[in-house]
């Protein structure tokens, strides 16, 4: 370190005795061309006025050279092509000239002969007339960058760079308004409303002239035209530290930060101030029909569901419909629409029709009915329909607004004949997961049925059923279809490979006809103690828990005393094999992901869906990987459903040892923070890639929850992944939720929604208590 050091000083060295030979006044006929004298440099050497170099081209303007990592400040015609290595540019009295000539000239507004240039060591280019006045600044047309000494004046705006590398003029603007207000826009919206704007000072009418100020000190201010401060978005540096100098710029992701840098330090820019810390913030980061979501503080765009990128890796070119989606507009016997949630988001008001409805669910009706429709809003009773594309999309955990997206999904006719010959002259090997997860762990028992008792009108189910019987529906299809019974002889073909056996059911390989989708079929062997209404109502309920988190539930049949089900292919095992026994360790960044995605999934069982549900038996192998090694929550079998108005439950105990809460066993009234407790295990196993119990390690190492909280004690939470590579921070962060989430008091325990924010990074995480430190006042 001490040698960067001294490399550094060593380096602004040069560049001193370099500007000491260098003209500090310029006069008209001197040059630069991009490969020698390619700038005129300030006289302290820190600032330089010329060429730099941008992709494979050059561009004119002023770079902060006195230091390690070159930055560029200002930019002269920032949207103008690059020149090559043979341009030249020429200070003449009228200004400066770039040849081969490029766009617009460099400088406007010359009224008398220049007499000479300078570049100052505020980082200003001056040009001056034969009578020392200025007769034109960089100044006073600056691009993304304040620094010390230079206002944005009343009219004036920043424009954020395209991007780190490319300096043209990018998505995001900062607007001095005349009004005296400090506000930030996407760069493409002209009429400046409020409903465009994503940061504001809130300083309009207070004053005339408003002049954003950014001062040596790193004091930014807006000063009004009578000199007085209205308001200080910083207070100021410390005026001793005279090694520290600040800039300002609006950045290439739509915040405007206060940067300061000091030599003595660590000869890095360091971020002193920033308009936002949601990376989210800025509207319009991501392009249409996306939204954005923050993680691990990095903002990342997601599309509609039905939608695709339209370039992928460019965030802000938004996302288009897919192909089978785009028939939505023409409504046909092969297609029909669907709408599909999208939960906590947060977009753009652009209705043309608002209704009061209390219920999404008619909702969504209303969307569908309508032609014009193709996405409907919903929020705290009002149903807002509206045309794509959706803009300013956001994912906001903290409101319940719901956007409904209308999709087109496909009726292909069923050919089930020609497929279930054409499946067996392929000799498909099917393995079933569930199945996989029966045999490794005889003790899951198949419980006949969910309960469920919901009784709201499910109109999704009941458009399907108007729809021909034979219809399979595709990947975005929302609810469980009804199957005939001989169809799913066929479909396993008579039951054939058993994979799977329970106390009330068997699991049986399958795969459906059209598609040729591998399914299992769980037929359940007596008839269920609910009967034939809570059979039916429960497929309904679990048609409406959709979520990419969960298996899902493709289709049932009711037949009599004959009760299948047909879930979805799951082919990497389940998370337990996964995580304990699969030849290759999955990396961490592979784990966190998987952790996150169950988070999500709980999340929306305790917090999204119409009903509560508690799942009551989470565990490794209760959690499924499918083909992209996504997991999802399978085996509702010991769940609860809460009514609307319930929060609590009281029940024989359920689960599994090792993973159930200990209100379990304290004849305390169950909540969602029951799960929340196993989530927490199964984390702590997902960080450190083993079971909970394991009585073949030492006996003070057996219990994982006790040995980490042992470890986190003691600072030595490193041993509980040896040489591992891992994200360090990311890893403490997991430890410390697993801690939460564990605390035998369950009130201690956060939220599913707090988990995942602090799972994503996006919020602080206090330190955990000692998770059975309560346990002597119960
Ligand atoms: C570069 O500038 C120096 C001094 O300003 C001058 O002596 C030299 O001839 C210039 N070189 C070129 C290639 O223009
Ligand atoms: C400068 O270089 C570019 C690309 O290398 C070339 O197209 C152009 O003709 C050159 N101009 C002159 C004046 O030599
Ligand atoms: C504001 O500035 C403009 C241009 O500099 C000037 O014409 C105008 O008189 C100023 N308004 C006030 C109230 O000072
Ligand atoms: C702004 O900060 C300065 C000190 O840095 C203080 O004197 C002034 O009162 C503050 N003004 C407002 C409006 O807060
Ligand atoms: C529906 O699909 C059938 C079979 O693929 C095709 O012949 C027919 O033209 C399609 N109808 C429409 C309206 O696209």
């Known amino acids: 370190m001490a040698f960067l050091v001294a490399c550094l000083l060593a380096f602004a060295f040069i560049l001193n005795a370099e500007a000491q030979s260098a003209p500090s006044n310029i006069s008209p006929g001197s040059s630069l061309t991009p490969n020698s004298n390619s700038s005129w440099l300030s006289s302290s050497g820190v600032y330089a006025f010329g060429f730099y170099k941008q992709g494979d081209g050059y561009a004119v303007g002023i770079v902060l050279a006195g230091m390690p990592e ?65 007769e034109w600044q960089s100044f006073d047309s600056p691009t993304d960058t304040l620094l010390p000494n230079q206002t944005l004046r009343a009219g004036e705006e920043l424009y954020s760079a395209k991007s780190k590398t490319n300096s043209s003029t990018g998505i995001f603007r900062l607007s001095m308004q005349r009004d005296g207000n400090l506000v930030q826009y996407p760069v493409a919206t002209t009429a400046a409303t409020t409903d465009d704007a994503y940061y504001a000072t809130g300083t309009y009418l207070r004053g005339d002239n408003v002049t954003l100020h950014l001062d040596a000190d790193g004091h930014l201010y807006l000063v009004n035209n009578t000199g007085f ?104 016997e092969n297609f029909t629409c669907i709408m599909q949630e999208l939960p906590n988001t947060r977009w753009k008001n652009y209705a043309y029709m608002t209704l009061s409805l209390s219920d999404k669910e008619e909702c969504n009706k209303a969307c569908l009915e309508d032609c014009n429709c193709e996405a409907a809003l919903f929020a705290d009773g009002s149903c807002r329909k509206q045309r794509l594309p959706l803009t300013y999309g956001k994912r906001k955990l903290d409101t319940s607004n719901s956007a409904f997206i209308k999709v087109g999904i496909s009726k292909t006719p069923a050919t089930d004949d020609f497929l279930i010959e054409g499946s067996k002259k392929n000799g498909r090997v099917v393995v079933l997961i569930l199945g996989v997860s029966f045999t490794a762990f005889g003790t899951i028992l198949l419980v006949s049925s969910v309960i469920a008792v919901w009784k709201h009108k499910v109109w999704g189910y009941k458009r399907m059923n108007q729809l021909n019987g034979d219809v399979e529906w595709n990947e975005e299809d929302v609810a469980p279809r009804p199957y005939a019974y001989e169809q799913l002889e066929k479909m396993t073909d008579n039951f054939k490979e058993e994979v799977g056996r329970g106390a009330s059911a068997t699991v049986y390989k399958g795969v459906m006809l059209s598609s ?263």
């Open 229 to 332: 401060t209205i308001f200080n978005l910083t207070k100021g540096g410390d005026p001793a530290d005279q090694g520290k100098s600040y800039l300002m710029r609006l950045d290439v992701d739509g915040i405007f930060r206060l940067y300061s840098y000091s030599l003595k330090q660590n000869g890095n820019w360091s971020i002193e101030w920033e308009s936002s810390l949601d990376q989210c913030n800025p509207l319009g980061l991501c392009g249409y029909n996306s939204y954005c979501v923050t993680m691990d503080l990095e903002a990342e765009c997601k599309c509609l569901p039905g939608f695709e990128p339209i370039t992928p890796g460019d965030q802000t070119s938004g996302c288009g419909r897919n192909m089978v989606a785009d028939v939505c507009n023409s409504e046909n």
């Open 516 to 778: 040729q989708r591998l399914v299992a079929v769980k037929k359940l062997d007596k008839v269920a103690a609910e009967g034939e209404k809570e059979f039916q109502t429960e497929m309904k309920v679990i048609g409406k828990t959709h979520h990419r988190s969960l298996v899902r539930l493709l289709g049932y049949c009711l037949d009599g005393p004959k009760k299948l089900l047909v879930y979805e292919y799951m082919s990497n095992g389940s998370l337990a094999d996964i995580l304990f026994k699969h030849e290759r360790k999955l990396y961490w960044e592979e784990r966190m992901g998987i952790a996150r995605n169950i988070a999500r999934g709980f999340l929306y069982m305790h917090e999204e869906c119409d009903t509560q549900i508690i799942h009551c038996d989470i565990k490794p192998q209760n959690i499924l990987m499918d083909e992209n090694m996504c997991p999802k929550i399978s085996d509702f079998g010991l769940a609860k459903l809460l009514q609307q108005d319930q929060t609590r439950t009281t029940t024989g105990i359920r689960g599994t040892k090792g993973y159930v809460a200990p209100e379990w066993h304290r004849k305390m009234p169950i909540t969602v923070k029951a799960d929340v407790y196993s989530f927490g295990i199964v984390l702590l196993e997902i960080v450190c890639c083993r079971r909970n119990v394991d009585w073949s390690l030492p006996q003070e190492e057996a219990i994982l929850d006790e040995l980490v909280y042992h470890y986190f004690e003691s600072g030595e939470l490193s041993k509980l992944v040896r040489d591992e590579d891992i994200n360090r921070r990311q890893f403490e962060r997991a430890i410390k939720v697993g801690l939460w989430c564990i605390q035998d008091e369950p009130s201690l325990r956060p939220s599913m929604k707090k988990v995942l924010l602090m799972l994503e990074g996006t919020v602080d995480i206090r330190v955990p208590p000692n998770p059975s430190s309560f346990l002597s006042t119960i």
């Open 70 to 134: 070159k930055t560029v400040v200002w930019t002269a015609n920032r949207d103008d092509p690059l020149v090559s290595d043979n341009a030249t540019l020429l200070l003449t009295a009228d200004g400066l000239s770039l040849q081969p000539t490029q766009g617009k000239p460099l400088v406007t507004s010359i009224t008398q002969a220049v007499f000479s240039a300078s570049m100052l060591d505020s980082g200003n280019f001056v040009l001056y007339n034969s009578d020392q006045e200025i």
